[in-house]
């Protein structure tokens, strides 16, 4: 069942049969969702554009962004509507001025969305009935300079570098944003239960693994302010020979200089070859090497429940002894498809990351 409601979160009416639904949330960017019901007029009038869409077994809300008509294979008539997760009302805002931000990640986000969304200059800016409180989720303080840019943007890429979840969190009258991290729940650890996904286990209908690194690069030179060889340069740098794959970055549109009251002072070289290598590691990050691994979940076993003994975001353990492979992933994407009552889910993962959080300081501290 599908609750519909208003911008203003008024509650307009329920979907209460449909043929299809997709419902795809994931970890550090804004999730979607599609949904075909029969035409009415009833249908018609509550799935406008721009109206949100929740469930009573999910925390995430959908906004409406497309509306169209097909038909299905008996030659019916469906109404087919697209939405985005409400973390995509971000895309409607920029960064209006220049930022140096020294802080955590969590708490730039979190900066940058108050100074958009909630409490702009202009307070034509502002995003009414957003709230996202205050929690702190990473300790490392980074340099961090951004100007004109997308706000969506932005909050992805930091949450894609420092593996940073982003969610919606709608009680059918409240709407707040949440960051959060998963949790580890692999096999080499036992401070939490432990989750395996397994063929072995039962738990595995079908799985597709796929491997490449014909883009992957491990090398960073970025060039930031000044001409010629007085150019600011700072590097990130790894492996040698064959292994060893080199990028350059052009960051000349990072400053030299920031704003401390009204005066634009000078950044220490310290300050400012952080700033460079934050932005080669946010590059380095676009071109690792890519793993994939879908996995379609047996919903009616009891062993491992999605939403009860996992969820998206947390680290878990693969293990597939046909193509020998065993890897200790966080679970990036998770699809919930429910054709004529029938429900099936596919989980994504990414590549191994057990370390990545030690990978991030020594790469942008080195």
């Known amino acids: 069942m599908l609750y519909v409601c208003d911008e203003n979160f008024k509650r307009l009416g329920i979907i209460g049969s449909f043929s299809y639904l997709l419902w795809r949330k994931r970890y550090t960017s804004h999730g979607e969702a599609e949904l075909h019901v029969d ?8 799935l406008q554009k721009g109206n949100i869409l ?18 299905d294979n008996s030659g019916n ?4 509507i697209k939405c985005f997760t409400v973390v995509r009302w971000f895309d409607r805002r920029i960064l209006w001025e220049k930022y140096n931000f020294q802080d955590t990640p969590d708490n730039i986000i979190r900066h940058m969305v108050f100074f958009t969304c909630l409490n702009p200059t202009d307070k034509r800016r502002v995003i009414p009935g957003l709230n996202f409180p205050y929690k702190p989720i990473l300790e490392e303080v980074i340099q961090f300079q951004i100007s004109y840019a997308n706000l969506l943007e932005q909050i992805e890429s930091l949450c894609n570098t420092y593996e940073l979840g982003i969610k919606s969190v709608f009680d059918g009258k409240n709407l707040s944003f949440d960051l959060y991290k998963g949790t580890d729940r692999t096999i080499n650890q036992s401070m939490n239960p432990r989750c395996i996904l397994s063929k072995n286990f039962s738990n595995v209908l079908s799985r597709n693994y796929e491997e490449a690194d014909n883009d992957f690069k491990n090398t960073v030179l970025v ?5 010629d060889a007085a ?3 700072a590097s990130i740098e790894q492996g040698s020979g064959l292994s060893r794959r080199e990028l350059f970055v052009d960051a000349r549109d990072l400053s ?3 704003k401390v009251g009204e005066e634009e002072v000078p950044i220490s070289d310290e300050e400012y070859t952080l700033l460079l290598k934050q932005r080669g590691l946010e590059k380095l990050l676009e071109y690792e090497e890519f ?25 878990i353990t693969i293990r597939d002894d046909t193509l020998g492979v065993i890897m200790n992933s966080r679970i990036v994407e998770a699809d919930e498809i429910y054709r004529n009552s029938v429900k099936s889910l596919v989980v994504k993962v990414g590549k191994s990351v057990p370390t990545l959080p030690e990978k991030v300081k020594r790469m942008v501290k080195s």
């Open 77 to 80: 008539d469906q109404l087919v």
């Open 54 to 71: 929740f469930r009573k077994d999910d925390n995430e809300a959908m906004y409406i962004y497309y509306r169209g008509f097909t038909e």
């Open 256 to 258: 030299a200089t920031k």
């Open 39 to 46: 035409v009415s007029m009833k249908n018609i009038e509550l």
């Open 231 to 233: 150019r600011k340069l």
């Open 223 to 227: 060039a930031g302010a000044g001409e």
């Open 291 to 315: 793993i994939s691994f879908d996995c379609e979940i047996d919903v009616t076993k009891d062993n491992t429940k999605y939403g009860r003994d996992f969820f998206l975001g947390d680290i």
